[in-house]
């Protein structure tokens, strides 16, 4: 395929997939590790991402009308936790002239989400309140389709349409024949009262039933609702009344007791992973196979950050409430960070807003506060800058840097949360290890999943063949019994 068509690509995404095993393992999985299909998907989303100048894609190339009427936005998460890509289609309306621009805007939110969170999938949802036989535009629809089947590989999770007029049944009768098996499977027809099956009131509209008060409105574009400053000693609300003055002071002395242990390592270490080794020299109860799920490291320009994904917490019943955040300051300057929340009202951090010197680590302790149970829409945003050295690191100077910082030069990188619900739970708390340990990670029970699929499907392809022939053995055993039974008549009519 490179060499006949190296010119209809974009170097570019020639390069990242050299480079990028998720992306080529997403392509995989998408076509059910079928090595001639998954190369077809690679050259057809090639060729349409360099016709859609897709990484050449901003806010400054597309019409800012685009971005104002609010017809395309992300915002929010499923039930699963994964974000939600909305379609209010009473905002769209058929103009040939428009709709390449269109086009360019659903593969630059795309691509603006697969940049941001590293590809993770989207549920779609459909808005088509207050919709009719003017609002319906099937090249569009067509486009949209194509770019989850065809262009964004394993980038789909559920396609939810709420409250489909009737008179549109023979419109999505044609979408569905552009579908295949999988993605026909993922439709989700919902209305008022069944659509938080999937979607909980919080991230829902009130004409959906929901609770969510979000308006649409541009600029800026809409992001996670990330909240700050984030307090670190939690909200002051009725809810921590009976959180005792000692119950904290004993939180803050665990918490300065750990911290004073793993500074004294920390001098002597430069990166996450030499930690590792000191803790499982200390404590023999850390598993090595463990400890490398552990320490999932996400390596950017500024700050290493560990674990690189996910922050393990437990449920009521495991009461696991603690996780740690290591961020390892990579650079030859002092680094500024600060962490933001979806879900502020939830958790302490310590610290949320501070400084790391050149070459050395800091824990940051996130944990639950009050009553409170961590959910898989909860979400934290870790950012970063860097400081002349002239800088000073208080809190006032903190503050000022952050009001005078482009936001060109700031290093950005979100984690989800992750609940445990076993009663015996695979990870370790705060209190055991400084990390949290996951057993398995949905990539790896999605992959299991897949092989399990393909080992069904093959299955059921030979017990098929199995039937044909036995079929076939059926026909022909009848067909030698009919020739027989003729041949033994016509004998017999011959002697009389």
Request: hydrophobic share 35%; glycine share 4%; with cysteine.
């Amino acid at each position: 395929y490179f060499l006949d068509k190296s010119d209809k690509y974009d170097s570019r995404d020639v390069e990242r997939l050299q480079q990028d095993d998720k992306w080529v393992e997403n392509y995989l999985i998408w076509r059910h590790d079928v090595v001639d299909d998954t190369l077809k998907m690679i050259d057809e989303s090639f060729q349409w991402r360099k016709e859609y100048t897709v990484n050449d894609l901003s806010e400054s190339v597309l019409p800012k009308w685009l971005f104002e009427i609010g017809a395309l936005f992300l915002h929010g998460y499923d039930k699963e936790g994964y974000k939600l890509f909305w379609f209010k289609v009473k905002h769209h309306t058929r103009d040939p002239k428009q709709q390449l621009d269109k086009k360019k805007l659903v593969a630059f939110w795309l691509e603006h989400y697969a940049k941001r969170d590293h590809g993770k999938p989207l549920t779609v949802v459909f808005d088509m309140a207050e919709t009719g036989i003017s609002h319906i535009d099937l090249d569009f629809v067509r486009f949209i389709v194509n770019c989850f089947t065809d262009y964004y590989p394993n980038f789909l999770t559920k396609i939810v349409i709420f409250e489909m007029p009737w008179i549109m049944n023979a419109a999505f009768k044609i979408v569905k024949g552009w579908l295949g098996p999988d993605a026909i499977s993922m439709l989700k027809f919902t209305n008022k009262s069944d659509v938080q099956e999937y979607i909980s009131g919080e991230y829902l509209p009130p004409h959906m039933g929901g609770t969510d008060s979000f308006k649409y409105s541009y600029p800026p574009l809409v992001d996670d609702d990330f909240q700050t400053p984030l307090c670190e000693n939690g909200p002051i609300t009725s809810e921590d009344e009976h959180e005792s003055k000692e119950e904290i002071d004993a939180d803050n002395k665990e918490a300065g007791e750990l911290n004073e242990a793993q500074n004294l390592n920390q001098k002597k270490m430069n990166s996450v992973e030499q930690i590792s080794k000191s803790e499982e020299t200390d404590k023999t109860e850390v598993k090595p196979k463990n400890a490398k799920k552990a320490l999932t490291t996400f390596k950017g320009p500024l700050l290493h950050i560990s674990p690189a994904e996910e922050l393990y917490f437990g449920s009521k019943e495991t009461g696991e409430k603690k996780c740690l955040i290591v961020l390892t300051n990579v650079t030859k300057n002092v680094v500024a960070f600060k962490v933001r929340t979806t879900a502020p009202e939830k958790y302490r951090v310590k610290p949320s807003n501070s400084s790391c010197e050149p070459g050395t680590s800091l824990d940051i302790i996130v944990s639950l506060h009050g009553g409170f149970a961590a959910s898989l829409q909860d979400r934290f945003l870790i950012m970063a800058a860097e400081m002349d050295q002239s800088s000073g690191a208080g809190v006032p100077e903190l503050t000022q840097f952050w009001k005078e910082v482009p936001r060109t030069k700031v290093m950005e990188h979100r984690l989800r949360c992750h609940v445990i619900e076993s009663s015996k739970p695979s990870s370790l708390t705060l209190k055991d290890n400084a990390f949290n340990i996951p057993a398995k990670t949905n990539e790896d029970l999605h992959i299991q999943l897949t092989h399990l699929l393909q080992i069904n499907r093959r299955l059921e392809e030979q017990m098929n063949r199995c039937l044909w022939f036995q079929q076939l053995s059926v026909v022909l055993s009848l067909l030698s019994v009919t020739v027989a039974a003729f041949c033994f008549y016509l004998a017999y009519a011959q002697r009389s």
